[in-house]
């Protein structure tokens, strides 16, 4: 992810994330949170929640972070009866609390099957047993996004960022997708069908609907 931010010139906005299965509260089944990174939300096409705010940038730095989470309108009014003091209550995830600071708009497209739970990346140790893969620098666990800039090809973007994985601890695979959950691999099954991803992929420039993205 850090490496494709600071290399590449064909690709641009690149985020990262990653699904997690996890208990709230005392729940039988588990709902599908995804860690991601700062960046996630602008680049689908969200620069405000409808209610309180986003991650902030110390939010994303393993150093010091704090178990803050966004969750989505639906969550909000089939969970917590949309009630109105949202901003700042509690959400226990794996029995560790996490405080709610937003929330993101119904239909939101960065969503996967279940009630909608966004949370900092860095806090992959809480739904890994402990474990820090940022320590691992060859264990592969990010789907990395970006958005092709315009005129650049899907060909000239992969060999460009082929080049860049093979300098990378254990050469991350890259596919080619046209921004869709259905084709990242080992969801099926975890999507909601009626939301595509790219949806709200918008070149900011032209307003238009960018569909391209890299998935490392």
Not at 19 to 37: F, I, K
Not at 104 to 127: E, K, N, S, T
Request: proline share 6%.
């Amino acid at each position: 992810y850090q490496a494709f931010r600071e290399r590449a010139h064909s690709v641009t906005d690149f985020a990262a994330w990653r699904v997690v299965g996890a208990r709230v509260d005392d729940d039988v089944q588990n709902e599908l949170p995804l860690l991601v990174t700062c960046d996630f939300f602008s680049l689908y096409g969200l620069e405000h929640p409808s209610q309180g705010r986003l991650f902030r940038a110390d939010e994303c730095i393993q150093e010091g972070a704090t178990r803050v989470a966004v969750i989505s309108e639906e969550m909000w009014r089939s969970r917590f009866l949309a009630a109105p003091g949202i901003i700042g209550a509690h959400l226990r995830l794996n029995q560790r609390v996490y405080t709610i600071i937003g929330v993101a708009p119904a239909r939101f497209p960065g969503r996967l099957r279940g009630g909608g739970i966004w949370i900092p990346y860095v806090m992959q140790a809480d739904f890994y047993a402990g474990r820090d893969f940022f320590q691992e620098p060859e264990t592969p666990w990010l789907y990395v996004e970006g958005r092709l800039r315009p005129g650049v090809t899907k060909a000239a973007a992969a060999a460009e960022l082929n080049t860049i994985a093979a300098d990378i601890p254990g050469q991350p695979r890259m596919i080619l997708t046209n921004g869709s959950f259905s084709q990242h691999p080992g969801l099926r099954g975890m999507m909601l069908g009626i939301i595509p991803l790219l949806g709200a992929i918008i070149d900011r420039k032209s307003t238009r609907l960018n569909s391209s993205h890299l998935v490392i």
